[in-house]
């Protein structure tokens, strides 16, 4: 049976999506929206599906695709490789019978325009097929291949993580569950909850729902009830202490998550959301107008306080700092392959002047809350070490424990953790 058309357009829009992350080094949020926007929604979810596939079994695919070729392939036939791997993917991961896989695929190499490329495609998928039992057997003491993650990834986490390591890198490679933030301005999680066919666990504020479907599908969206939030990141808000008239700024607040969420616990806060682009601010205003919350948002960067600050002292203070996002893979692999080792450097001196330029916004016997999405020491724990170590009027709060796990400073969440993603807080005063 020939495959469909509305298959093999899923399967080229696949493959251009994994194109302009790999080739092009586009970021999974941004690529995935544009490149399936026209198509149909059970496509769409193919798509995805096949996308997150090849970019969470990156590693594997290569180490099984590479004895079957002669020789690697040129930069330019790149679209070619990742058709291959696509294809290995779909006979590995899926219910799509090997035939339709095969032809499929190779149906691509035409409707891209590398007719040439056709035969090989067939003739390495078709071995693949003969072999796969013999290639899977002798990947398994290749640590890339094993573990998919790039080798400085699989060291750095090893080294931060030495009786973890494993079990961080396995969970990196699980499809994490669709967990909601039940706005309790509008409804309390257990009345949401009574609201689903499926099974939903509460978790505080989360819902975590055990399988994903259409966020536009689930009741009350347009009504503000709910938002799409990792458990993980709905600890911030309910780490700040907040009280009604506070005034507040949310540092690098885009997309907003955590803006609104401190909102909905607090809508009497005087709260500014930051962020150097005013592009990703409109996302926040678009979430604050669904659900009914108030913010200023305004364009601005942190290491420039002069363009935005009015010289008034904050009570509280969130620092989402830019970071690795390493705690977050199993939602974003694509970080497996667009983040560096050399990248590190960099993000933990922004963060550090950051820290530093924010600092002296926040008022005596007031609290900042240094967050990342990193299980990266050198950003998280060490980076605040220093911190506290060089400020004098710097002190360490105490903070609840019944998240994560300690750390010298701070407290870390280590991705898979009690269905949550990885985050690092620490709690920082202002001595009086």
Avoid at 373 to 400: G, T, Y
């Amino acid at each position: 049976m020939a495959e469909s058309k509305s298959s093999i357009t899923s399967r080229r829009v696949a493959l251009n999506i994994l194109l302009s992350v790999i080739n092009g080094g586009e970021s999974l949020s941004t690529a995935m929206p544009h490149g399936n926007r026209n198509l149909a929604a059970r496509d769409q979810a193919f798509v995805q599906m096949l996308v997150y596939g090849v970019l969470r079994h990156y590693w594997r695919l290569q180490a099984l695709m590479a004895p079957l070729l002669k020789k690697k392939f040129k930069d330019k036939d790149k679209d070619i490789e990742l058709l291959i791997m696509l294809g290995i993917f779909q006979l590995m991961d899926t219910r799509v019978p090997d035939y339709a896989s095969v032809d499929a695929v190779v149906g691509i190499t035409r409707k891209i325009g590398k007719s040439w490329a056709s035969g090989l495609v067939n003739a390495v998928l078709r071995n693949f097929i003969r072999q796969q039992q013999d290639l899977e057997s002798k990947i398994h003491n290749k640590p890339q291949a094993q573990y998919d993650h790039p080798q400085w990834m699989i060291d750095q986490i090893r080294k931060d993580w030495p009786e973890q390591w494993q079990d961080i890198l396995a969970a990196n490679n699980q499809h994490p569950p669709m967990t909601l933030r039940i706005n309790q301005q509008k409804i309390s999680p257990e009345d949401y909850q009574s609201k689903f066919d499926q099974e939903a666990q509460c978790q505080g504020s989360a819902l975590i729902l055990q399988q994903a479907v259409m966020v536009q599908a689930l009741p009350g969206y347009e009504e503000g009830w709910f938002s799409v939030q990792d458990a993980g990141a709905q600890l911030a808000a309910e780490l700040m202490d907040l009280q009604p008239g506070q005034k507040l700024l949310d540092c690098c607040a885009a997309p907003g998550g955590k803006t609104c969420h401190m909102l909905e616990l607090e809508p009497a806060l005087d709260m500014l959301a930051l962020d150097v682009s005013d592009d990703r601010l409109d996302k926040v205003r678009e979430n604050l107008k669904r659900l009914g919350l108030k913010a200023d948002c305004r364009p601005g960067d942190a290491l420039q306080p002069d363009g935005w600050w009015d010289g008034q002292l904050y009570d509280r203070i969130l620092l989402d700092v830019p970071c690795s996002a390493s705690g977050v893979i199993r939602r974003h692999p694509d970080i497996k392959l667009l983040r560096r080792k050399n990248d590190l450097p960099a993000l933990v001196e922004t963060q550090q002047q950051i820290l530093r330029t924010i600092w002296p916004m926040l008022k005596p016997g007031a609290k900042l809350l240094y967050a990342t999405c990193s299980i990266f020491k050198q950003e998280n724990e060490q980076q605040v070490e220093q911190f506290v170590q060089q400020m004098d009027n710097a002190e360490l709060l105490e903070m609840p424990d019944h998240f994560g796990s300690p750390c010298c400073y701070g407290r870390q969440v280590l991705p898979g953790q009690d269905n949550m993603d990885g985050f690092y807080y620490c709690l920082l005063g202002k001595k009086r």
